[in-house]
């Protein structure tokens, strides 16, 4: 084997040495319930959390991270979820705090849910864009993947992106790159404001409401301390380019769901706004 065989085997192998230390399966390795413990469930690879009049539940990852994908398999409240939301996003903690936000918004029966996606930096968000989805997420497992690296966050659903944020922190513009950021899920009481608005309060006859989880994969840079916020963004995986620019068919996938299910763009909102739109909806974002 040449000197350049070996160096390529020993990059190749550190590579899968990389993935394999960021890959650690399965929910109960790497989360546990934070409220609500006492009528939830995890075992192995599968979690339920449940929501009835005595309290909602919750989980969070065991360790932080910076920079990765992070992804679930999530069954959601089935029949009449008015006023219930089910939270799966990343945060990490204090007043300035960062965070990227899947949550799902119930709905009475024959309804659809509404995909909410939000994203923090340094604490400011207001950063909301809503889709329906375009199949029923109660009847089987779907999907969800949050792709967050130093150039863009992107956010899956079974593996088709609907929306994209990209980095402009050199010209004003917030990014969350520099802040360990915890897994979170919840399923909790938001009928002041989930459904029309709080027009649909929880129907408590219908109760419990679960939503069934599961593959949890955090496939992410676990944070050490402020060396992570280097160690983090050079030289692995997520960095490459096919995570940093969307391909054409994928491009090509989201438009057709923004065009399609998109039913609110915070870019969009001028009555909000008064004309005087956040800076970031004036750049390219993929």
């Not at 319930?33 to 959390?49: K, P, T, V």
């Not at 375009?134 to 949050?146: A, Q």
């Not at 129907?203 to 050490?224: G, I, L, M, T």
């Not at 491009?251 to 800076?279: E, H, L, T, V």
Request: charged share 15%; proline share 5%; with cysteine.
């Amino acid at each position: 084997m040449t000197s350049s065989q070996i160096l390529s085997s020993a990059l190749f192998m550190s590579a899968i040495a990389f993935h394999l230390v960021v890959v650690n399966g399965v929910f109960s390795d790497n989360m546990y319930i934070n409220w609500g413990a006492h009528h939830s469930w995890m075992h192995g690879d599968d979690l339920q959390l449940v929501l009835d009049k005595s309290s909602g539940s919750g989980v969070q990852s065991k360790g932080t991270f910076l920079f990765g994908s992070i992804e679930a398999l999530i069954k959601l409240v089935p029949g009449n979820s008015a006023g219930t939301v089910t939270a799966y996003y990343l945060s990490s903690t204090g007043d300035k705090h960062d965070e990227i936000d899947f949550e799902f918004l119930g709905n009475v029966s024959g309804q659809p849910y509404i995909i909410h996606t939000n994203i923090f930096a340094q604490g400011v968000g207001g950063r909301e864009q809503q889709f329906y989805p375009w199949f029923d997420p109660t009847t089987d497992y779907h999907n969800y993947t949050i792709h967050w690296n130093p150039t863009v966050v992107v956010w899956y659903v079974d593996d088709i992106p609907i929306r994209v944020f990209r980095n402009y922190q050199r010209q004003g513009i917030g990014y969350p790159n520099a802040q360990a950021m915890g897994v979170y899920s919840s399923l909790w009481n938001a009928d002041n404001w989930a459904t029309r608005g709080g027009l649909d309060k929880i129907d408590w006859n219908s109760a419990p409401f679960v939503a069934r989880y599961r593959n949890f994969r955090p496939r992410a840079c676990f944070w050490h301390g402020p060396v992570s916020i280097t160690r983090c963004a050079v030289n692995n995986w997520y960095n490459s380019p096919q995570y940093s620019q969307l391909s054409y068919d994928k491009q090509g996938q989201m438009a057709w769901i923004r065009n399609n299910y998109m039913i609110y763009d915070y870019c969009k909102d001028a009555k909000r706004f008064n004309g005087q739109f956040p800076s970031e909806c004036f750049k390219p974002q993929y």
